[in-house]
């Protein structure tokens, strides 16, 4: 089983990159589970939304503690939550940043990816410069750092669900597939 961990701030459409890629896998021939974890927050505040997925039907039905990856949405983040709480040892972290974090003690025991997840959401008019919706752009990078959903089936999963800009969309998650970048064990880059 595969559970993945998704931050992210209200508004940026945290909760939809999990429910879209649960529907990818699930298309992908996965059992699948999604669900948010929020109380009464507005726009901007924290939000973690879960991905559980397994080649066997999920019987759990408990909240995700130890995700095996886990997605960033709004860097700001990496500030005041502690992303990697439970996060299993070797896990990816796929961070929305231009550039990786300077300081990577914190990430020693992961693996990291980054992508400028806001730089192709406003380039596609996806939201607003000041409040761009990044979701489908994660989904097309997440699927590069983990190999699987294929990038069709993400893409299929959005032109199904998604009513506004389906095309603009899945091009963002075309862009963010083709421009994520994988950096491998933490521990080996930080030593390079």
Same mark, same amino acid.
């Given at each position: 089983?595969? /559970? ?7 508004? $940026? ?6 429910? +879209?890629?649960?529907? @990818?896998?699930? $298309?992908?021939? !996965? ?9 009464? /927050?507005?726009?901007? =505040?924290?939000?973690?939304? !879960? +991905?559980? +997925? ?6 759990? %039905?408990?909240?995700? !503690? ?41 990430? =020693?025991? !992961? ?7 806001? %730089? ?8 607003? %410069? ?26 299929? @999963? ?19 597939? /083709? ?9 080996? @880059? =930080?030593?390079?």
């Amino acid at each position: 089983m595969i /559970e993945v961990r998704f931050h992210g701030r209200g508004g $940026q459409g945290t909760v939809v990159a999990s429910i +879209l890629m649960a529907k @990818a896998f699930f $298309q992908a021939g !996965y059992y699948v589970q999604s669900f948010p974890l929020f109380g009464v /927050e507005r726009r901007g =505040a924290p939000v973690e939304a !879960y +991905l559980r +997925l397994d080649k066997t039907k999920i019987l759990m %039905r408990t909240n995700v !503690y130890t995700p095996d990856h886990v997605v960033v949405l709004d860097p700001t983040l990496l500030e005041g939550v502690d992303i990697t709480r439970g996060l299993k040892p070797g896990g990816w972290i796929l961070i929305n940043a231009p550039e990786p974090p300077t300081d990577l003690r914190a990430f =020693a025991t !992961y693996k990291l990816a980054h992508v400028d997840a806001t %730089r192709i959401a406003i380039a596609h008019r996806l939201g607003t %410069r000041t409040h761009p919706i990044v979701n489908t752009a994660m989904m097309g990078a997440f699927a590069r750092v983990l190999g699987e959903p294929p990038l069709e089936t993400v893409t299929e @999963a959005i032109r199904e669900e998604v009513p506004t800009k389906p095309d603009a969309n899945m091009a963002a998650a075309r862009e963010a597939y /083709e421009s994520v970048v994988l950096l491998g064990p933490v521990a080996e @880059a =930080a030593s390079a």
